[in-house]
């Protein structure tokens, strides 16, 4: 849905890592202020995706606009720049080991900032307070659970108020309550900090329950895209095996192999 | 026939890739060194863990390694009648060549490894790549101030080594085998030359730290991201390191020593 | 582990590091023996001064005074030259003191024995020492021997 609002443009873009495309001419738009979803299959190269638009990764061919920028063409330093308008949450927090929550949240601050540490010092605590974690905040991130971790990575994603947060994954392996959890952030900040939200993810109750907006990719295409209610009806086969979860479809269940016969006959003379 | 070629082709094409990466990361590690002299902090805080958590292995290395020189020294001098040189021969071989070439293979082995496994785990954890997109560059953050500290622990390590085998090539010699006192320290004094030998020893364990530290911090950053690419990366940091310093320290000595 | 502690011993490695290098260039090598201080130069010419090289010791009565400082070679004499640098205390030597090669020891290095003459000036600056005995070449002397010994037999049988 092209539209001006985008923060994020997408066009014709081409990704190959060895000797496979993992992205064969896709068309995306992150708009501005909306929740923006990115859901398919595993291995069709979601994350990839978000690191190509905080420019990790450089595209074959093909434009990434964030703001107008050019992504795939920066440099080094104004890669640098335009990252530090970007907060991105790891599948797994990736918080740095060697230094508790509190100096985690304030890396960033710290490592971009002159602020005095007084300042730092509430920043933090919001931060912290916004995730519910302002009393874990002298723990050690060994000492965290699961989710805990991913709490202060979003804390630490915040932390430079940027204008756009990127989640790789996040409700993969919650428990329950826990994913009530995420769920809530994820919404409430976008909100609430006038965010614009990419969610990378394959958990269609959750995202659909926040989403605006869903891009549905499968064999490095765009197979379907709309909002979650457009994709509950769609007609399209891709959607329909995905929202609804059928083992097989246009996803085959069969991994590729010769004809089961001709298996079973070759009596062990692979 | 044709395979085994293809084979080796692929090795030696993987081996230069290798070679320029290590080389390129080598730049930009020492590109991120000046900003360092102001976050002097990051350094410290690697030399702490580089420099002193290997002082006991040195130390207590540096002394057997000494109290054996003076044995075997003294077991060899004995038939020339020539025992009374013992504290040369000890000091020679530790400040020349025992102090910087094992100190060299301990640190490879205690820190070197350490660094590699700690950088891999980052990369395996995303650590690495989290910092990249909160705009951190994680080669002047995390590698830069440990090749510093690295560079800086070396040759310290390498003269607690020697001069802690010099006492103990004491020990053993003066204590246990009765070489007179006096002899010990006056002949060596007389054959160890401050510029030869001590600076020459000193320039060797600055090179080897350069190359030691270098070899680990790249093997850890450009290690595969699974346990078991950290693993084969800690091997591979203590082997290569051994390779290079044993190679560079013949080199090294050519030079040094070569025409009398 | 806090941060004050670890730069605490941070400070307590490098001090024990520089601590051993000095051990190391005070106690272990000759610098405290090593004096590339004040002096002043004189020559003296051998015929062979075979095993004698740069910074050899130049003693007087078995007592250290001085360097060699330089050998060289002399096309004209084909003599070997040898400047020695003397500690500037030592300035009475007798002008007609005379310069020797000896080795220390069985197999030691070799050195540079002055012994003094009974001359009332002194050697200055610049001065050459005119008496010089060669190294004793291990070699030669055996050959003097032997030939001696030969000597001995012809002698006795007449």
């Known amino acids: ?270 | 026939m044709l395979s085994w070629l293809q084979l080796l082709g692929q090795k030696a094409i993987d081996f230069f890739q290798r070679l320029g990466r290590g080389h390129l990361l080598f730049i930009a590690i020492l590109s991120g060194i000046p900003e360092l002299l102001l976050r002097f902090r990051l350094v410290v805080q690697q030399v702490y863990s580089v420099g002193v958590l290997s002082l006991v292995i040195i130390l207590v290395s540096g002394l057997f390694v000494g109290m054996v020189l003076g044995l075997q020294g003294y077991n060899t001098l004995v038939d020339f009648g020539a025992e009374e040189s013992l504290g040369t021969v000890v000091a020679l071989s530790l400040v020349r060549e025992l102090g910087p070439v094992v100190t060299a293979l301990l640190f490879a082995g205690r820190a070197g490894s350490a660094l590699t496994a700690e950088i891999g785990l980052m990369k395996a954890t995303e650590q690495l790549s989290a910092m990249e997109m909160m705009a951190v560059d994680p080669i002047r953050r995390v590698l830069s101030p440990r090749f510093l500290a690295g560079f800086i622990s070396m040759p310290l390590l390498a003269a607690i080594f020697s001069a802690v085998g010099v006492l103990g090539g004491f020990l053993v010699g003066v204590s246990l085998l009765g070489v007179d006192e006096g002899a010990y320290w006056s002949q060596m004094q007389d054959k160890v030359d401050l510029h030869d030998d001590i600076y020459n020893g000193v320039i060797k364990s600055l090179v080897f730290g350069v190359v030691v530290t270098w070899i680990s911090v790249f093997e850890g950053y450009d290690c595969i991201p699974t346990s078991e690419g950290v693993s084969r990366a800690t091997t591979r940091t203590v082997v290569h390191s051994a390779l290079v310093v044993l190679g560079l320290d013949f080199i090294l000595t050519a030079l040094m020593f070569g025409e009398v | 582990m806090t941060t004050r502690l670890t730069e605490i011993w941070v400070g307590v490695f490098v001090a024990a590091g520089m601590a051993a290098l000095f051990m190391l260039a005070m106690k272990v090598s000759n610098l405290s023996t090593y004096n590339e201080g004040e002096g002043y130069i004189v020559t003296a010419r051998f015929e062979d001064i075979s095993g004698l090289k740069e910074r050899s010791p130049v003693t007087m009565a078995g007592v250290r005074i001085g360097r060699v400082k330089a050998i060289s070679f002399d096309n004209d004499s084909l003599q070997a030259v040898v400047t020695m640098r003397i500690e500037t205390r030592h300035n009475a030597l007798p002008k007609d003191t005379s310069a020797s090669i000896y080795t220390a020891g069985l197999l030691g290095e070799k050195y540079v024995g002055l012994e003094p003459g009974g001359d009332d000036k002194s050697l200055k600056q610049g001065d050459v020492v005119k008496l010089t005995q060669d190294s004793l070449v291990l070699e030669k002397l055996i050959g003097q021997f032997v030939t001696k010994m030969l000597d001995n037999d012809s002698d006795g049988k007449k």
Request: net charge negative; aromatic share 6%.
């Open chain 1, 1 to 270: 849905m092209p539209d001006s609002q985008s923060l994020v443009k997408i066009r014709d873009l081409h990704f190959v890592r060895g000797s496979r495309k993992i992205f064969d001419g896709i068309d995306l738009d992150i708009q501005r202020g909306k929740i923006t979803a990115i859901m398919g299959p595993s291995g069709t190269g979601k994350t990839t995706l978000l690191r190509l638009i905080g420019g990790q990764l450089k595209p074959a061919r093909g434009s990434i606009e964030v703001e107008g920028q050019h992504v795939e063409n920066m440099g080094r330093s104004e890669l640098f720049q335009i990252r530090k308008r970007m907060g991105m949450l790891f599948q797994n927090g990736a918080l740095l080991t060697d230094i508790n929550v509190f100096d985690n949240v304030a890396f960033p601050i710290r490592e971009h900032t002159d602020l005095p540490e007084q300042l730092i010092r509430t920043l933090v605590l919001m931060k912290l307070e916004a995730v519910g974690l302002r009393g874990a905040r002298n723990l050690m991130p060994s000492e965290l659970s699961g989710g805990m971790a991913r709490r202060v990575a979003l804390a630490r994603a915040i932390a430079l108020d940027p204008m756009m947060l990127m989640y790789d994954e996040p409700f993969t392996g919650q428990d329950p309550i826990s994913l009530g959890v995420v769920v809530r952030l994820i919404s409430s900040l976008n909100d609430a900090l006038g965010l614009s939200s990419i969610v990378v993810s394959h958990d269609i109750h959750e995202t659909a329950a926040i989403a605006d907006y869903i891009y549905l990719l499968s064999g490095g295409k765009v197979v379907a895209h709309g909002s979650a209610d457009e994709l509950a009806q769609s007609n399209s086969e891709w959607a329909k095996q995905f929202m609804n979860g059928e083992p097989d479809g246009p996803v085959p269940f069969h991994y590729p192999a010769d004809d089961l016969h001709v298996d079973l006959l070759q009596k062990g003379l692979d």
